[in-house]
T-cell receptor, first 113, second 109 residues
Framework: DAGVIQSPRHEVTEMGQEVTLRCKPISGHDYLFWYRQTMMRGLELLIYFNNNVPIDDSGMPEDRFSAKMPNASFSTLKIQPSEPRDSAVYFC???????????FGPGTRLTVT | DAKTTQPNSMESNEEEPVHLPCNHSTISGTDYIHWYRQLPSQGPEYVIHGLTSNVNNRMASLAIAEDRKSSTLILHRATLRDAAVYYCILTNTGNQFYFGTGTSLTVIP
């Protein structure tokens, strides 16, 4: 397996624009996680899915953020409208079970100007 | 959320053992202890996890205190490639994965 795939790897956008981050988990993994990492706040869990269903989105900062998982092989994290404080590295991870190790993607570095 | 406490940074000489401590005094009976590490410019990487007993794998060993209020990740021979931020995390079915700030390990040649 190619591991967790994220796209794009880098995204630069202007404030107010819509941003969509994409993730393809490892085949067969039941759990998918979205994280955000900044120097100030470290690595934060935003939302996670089990079998394509969102289980806990309490980490999503505000209504501008939304995440979907239409099928077992694809998930999106959308920010609309984007703001400069959303600049961060966004990681997607997947795992076979809740207690099992999570496999992280390479991340998407988002810069909002 | 159950939290962990780790030193901000540690140093080790190359090819010597490294003991990375983690305190988790509020751990519950069903919390698993996970360790991840993050190399520069990469996503976090799973290292090891355990519940009550000490665990060994090809990367490291995990020593868990008898009262489970602390644990230690042991790298038996540090290499330059082990320089990373190491995160100690607790989780069970009700918890989120809280990574905290981790320990930044510097390996000195």
């Amino acid at each position: 397996d190619a591991g967790v795939i994220q796209s794009p790897r880098h995204e630069v956008t202007e404030m107010g624009q819509e941003v969509t981050l994409r993730c393809k988990p490892i085949s067969g993994h039941d759990y998918l996680f979205w994280y955000r990492q900044t120097m100030m706040r470290g690595l934060e869990l935003l939302i996670y899915f089990n079998n394509n269903v969102p289980i806990d989105d309490s980490g999503m900062p505000e209504d501008r953020f939304s995440a979907k998982m239409p099928n077992a092989s694809f998930s999106t994290l959308k920010i609309q409208p984007s703001e400069p404080r959303d600049s961060a590295v966004y990681f997607c991870a997947s795992s076979l079970r809740w207690f099992y190790e999570q496999y992280f993607g390479p991340g998407t570095r988002l810069t909002v100007t | 959320d159950a939290k962990t406490t780790q030193p901000n940074s540690m140093e080790s000489n190359e090819e010597e053992p490294v003991h990375l401590p983690c305190n988790h005094s509020t751990i519950s009976g069903t919390d698993y202890i996970h360790w991840y590490r993050q190399l520069p410019s990469q996503g976090p990487e799973y290292v090891i996890h355990g519940l009550t007993s000490n665990v060994n794998n090809r990367m490291a060993s995990l020593a868990i205190a008898e009262d489970r209020k602390s644990s230690t990740l042991i790298l038996h021979r540090a290499t330059l490639r082990d320089a990373a931020v190491y995160y100690c995390i607790l989780t069970n079915t009700g918890n989120q994965f809280y990574f905290g700030t981790g320990t930044s390990l510097t390996v000195i040649p």
